[in-house]
């Protein structure tokens, strides 16, 4: 302990940093020096207040950066020859004494709130810099989502163009073939069925006009009737009128293509009556 000035090391005491000889040495004085007391009761309420800033623990280096702190701060010590009494209006010794004994506290409790506010300062940057990842990282899977489903509507497009490409192409083949033949029959709701067909292609197209349009739930199926017995051929469009239907299946032993009113999806035989058939001359 500083001989010189016995308050001195109060702020090292309250932060545990004396020597054993030496915070006993200060324990002595400081039981009854009354502006020791004063002042370790100070510094004591101003770390707890600066503690209860964060739960979070402080850094291993923040101890000796404050001793650090302390050594290099510039210390005034009381002078050993007595000095002339204050002039009128001047403090006294004892004040001027208590004031540069206060000088390292205040120091103490300076370093230790700039120790606070950059590990405070530290753990915002930390916190907006991890809710800047987290949205960085959900914006890309919103990103990446949209990117898988244009990517699936792309192939799904390239695949009704695929389609529609072949089934463009073999309906010319049936409509240019050499053997095409073309019939024609009203149906019992007066519209008109068109069935354009080719033995050696073993393919047919129908084309419809007239049909009215269908309650949600129903569509139109054709069939090929091969001795009788109704064999699917495939489903018309959502507007038939606007487009030939390349019928499925081959033409085997089929006679006729009738028509007939079923179930979203169609069915395996026709379950109401068809609406008419189009015969099927060689």
């Known amino acids: 302990m500083n001989a010189d000035d016995p308050h001195e090391p109060s702020g090292a005491y309250v932060l545990h940093a004396l020597p054993e000889e030496e915070r006993r040495a200060f324990e002595e004085h400081l039981a009854g020096?009354?502006?020791?007391?004063?002042?370790?009761?100070?510094?004591?309420?101003?770390t707890a207040l600066l503690g209860q800033t964060t739960s979070e623990s402080p850094p291993g280096a923040l101890r000796d950066r404050v001793l650090s702190q302390l050594a290099t701060?510039?210390?005034?010590?009381r002078p050993r020859a007595e000095a002339p009494g204050p002039r009128a209006g001047e403090p006294g010794p004892d004040t001027r004494a208590r004031v540069r004994r206060r000088g390292p506290a205040r120091a103490l409790r300076m370093a230790l709130a700039a120790s606070v506010a950059v590990a405070l300062v530290c753990l915002g940057l930390a916190g907006w810099q991890w809710?800047?990842?987290s949205d960085a990282k959900d914006h890309a899977s919103q990103v990446?989502?949209?990117?898988?489903r244009a990517e699936e509507h792309v192939r799904?497009?390239?695949?009704?163009?695929?389609?529609?490409?072949?089934?463009q192409e073999n309906v010319t083949k049936v409509l240019t073939a050499p053997d095409v033949r073309l019939q024609t029959q009203t149906l019992s709701d007066g519209a008109t069925a068109s069935v354009t067909f080719s033995r050696s292609e073993d393919s047919a197209t129908l084309a419809v006009s007239g049909l009215p349009e269908l309650p949600e739930g129903r569509t139109y199926a054709a069939w090929f009737m091969e001795d009788g017995t109704?064999?699917?051929a495939g489903l018309l469009t959502n507007n038939p009128e606007r487009r030939v239907t390349l019928l499925k299946g081959t033409?085997?032993?089929a006679s006729a293509v009738a028509l007939s009113v079923e179930p979203a999806g169609g069915s395996p035989q026709p379950t109401t009556t068809p609406l008419g058939a189009v015969p099927l001359y060689a």
């Open 33 to 46: 020096c009354r502006q020791c007391q004063e002042e370790v009761a100070e510094l004591r309420a101003t």
């Open 73 to 77: 701060t510039p210390q005034e010590t």
């Open 131 to 133: 809710q800047e990842a």
């Open 144 to 148: 990446e989502a949209r990117a898988d």
């Open 156 to 167: 799904q497009v390239e695949a009704d163009a695929s389609r529609a490409e072949s089934q």
């Open 230 to 232: 109704p064999v699917p």
């Open 251 to 253: 033409l085997d032993n």
